[in-house]
């Protein structure tokens, strides 16, 4: 599931990989925007659930495709 298709990067461009208990951030500049995401991953996704950051525009494209 993609939840925003927007590539400029922020906390709200990810995307969740169900089947692998994924979360892809994009973020152009991690920190310290990096540093929220525990919180985030707390409140939203379950505890088995992992994230992935990339500042790699093209690599964040390739995880999209797997939606």
Not at 13 to 36: G, Q, R, S
Not at 41 to 67: A, C, H, N, W
């Amino acid at each position: 599931m993609t939840r925003k298709n927007n590539y400029a990067g922020g906390l709200s461009n990810y995307i969740v990989l169900k089947e692998e208990k994924e979360v892809i951030f994009y973020l152009h500049n991690p920190y310290p925007d990096c540093l929220e995401i525990p919180a985030i991953m707390k409140q939203r996704f379950p505890d088995d659930y992992k994230s992935i950051v990339t500042s790699d525009l093209d690599e964040f494209k390739k995880y999209g495709e797997k939606v």
